[in-house]
């Protein structure tokens, strides 16, 4: 009873689909390696590290056992949750390169075509994410009115919550773009009509709302409540929040059959975009976007530059596991016409 306490213990450093299909197999597996040897601490050490390797295929992040319906909706919703966190980071950087170029008189053409692809990633990332979770949302509706609603429970009250706390957080966007408006407080008035100038004037109420959300410990600022300080500071774990629950409800809901198809096409527009979005942003760097003045202004050089390195390797691992979920569907796709093949001859 010992050695099955203990190996059952050991085995909750695999996911649940991995539990479910060799749980009974590992667990006997290891009374026998208990009885032989007792105490092993590398054989542990190895236990611990091919269960987090497992969990992090569970993610659809590596290769692994799942089915290819699972793979594709746990490499959908790991990517939804990476790229929503990296988000916050692209709108900030995306809203202080739009600024610098437009307080400017004289615009090089690399700068102008940087700060237009900067501007053209960054609003069909926000797209794509909002596609993805209308798509979960009318799926969940769906499953609700199906009544099959008890897996999604826990999740959804969660995905709404922190998506309310995330609409109460940026609730002062309207209140900004309302001031160029109506030019109050100094700011000049504008016409939604010019393209140009309400890009400049949605980049700097952005600008505005972000560079709170970015900075690692908002500091005490006169007129601001202290609970709007903490608001801003909780807002990076409710975006965290939203990713995982919304992750969960993918791998939960009821999906029409042409979403499963397009996974891999998703999950690698995601990687391509960012990818496109941080080239743009470097190229902007380099002819001269930031003018000789610091580019990162409240985060610090530091933060900055690790930020940018955040966004790469999420980038990278996006990319490459939309890459990969596209071999396996087109191998799977060419074993498929193989088999009906041989079964028609």
Not at 23 to 29: L, S, Y
Not at 196 to 215: F, K, P, Y
Request: aromatic residues 8%; glycine residues 8%; contains cysteine.
């Amino acid at each position: 009873m010992d050695y099955k306490r203990r190996a059952t213990r050991l085995l909750r450093w695999y996911p649940t689909a991995w539990n479910e299909r060799y749980g009974d197999e590992f667990v006997d597996h290891l009374e026998q390696e208990f009885a032989e040897r007792p105490v092993d601490l590398k054989r542990t050490l190895n236990i611990a590290c091919r269960g987090l390797v497992a969990r992090v295929g569970d993610f659809g992040l590596t290769s692994s056992d799942l089915k290819s319906e699972g793979e594709s909706r746990a490499t959908i919703g790991t990517s939804f949750t990476l790229v929503a966190i990296a988000s916050v980071l692209t709108l900030n950087f995306w809203s202080l390169a739009v600024g610098r170029w437009s307080s400017r008189r004289y615009h090089p053409l690399p700068d102008t075509i940087a700060t237009g692809i900067l501007t053209v990633t960054a609003g069909l990332l926000l797209l794509m994410l909002l596609a993805i979770v209308l798509a979960v949302a009318v799926s969940a509706a769906r499953q609700v009115r199906r009544k099959r609603a008890r897996p999604l429970a826990g999740p959804s009250l969660l995905a709404a919550g922190s998506g309310a706390f995330i609409l109460y957080a940026a609730r002062w966007l309207p209140m900004e773009l309302v001031q160029y408006t109506h030019s109050p407080h100094g700011r000049p008035g504008i016409q939604w009509s010019h393209p140009g100038r309400a890009i400049a004037a949605l980049a700097q109420s952005t600008w505005d709302l972000t560079q709170t959300w970015v900075s690692l410990w908002t500091q005490r600022m006169y007129g601001v409540p202290t609970s709007q300080i903490i608001v801003n500071d909780l807002l990076p774990i409710a975006i965290l929040v939203l990713g995982i629950t919304i992750a969960v409800l993918l791998r939960r809901v009821e999906l029409p059959l042409i979403s499963e198809r397009a996974g891999a096409a998703v999950v690698a527009l995601l990687g391509v975009l960012l990818g496109a979005f941080l080239l743009a942003f470097f190229v902007w760097f380099t002819v001269g976007g930031p003018s000789g003045s610091t580019v990162f202004v409240t985060e610090g050089p530091s933060a900055g530059k690790a930020y940018l390195i955040f966004l790469v390797l999420v980038a990278v691992l996006v990319g490459r596991s939309g890459v990969r979920l596209a071999r396996r569907n087109h191998l799977l796709g060419r074993l498929s016409i193989s088999d009906s093949s041989g079964y028609v001859a």
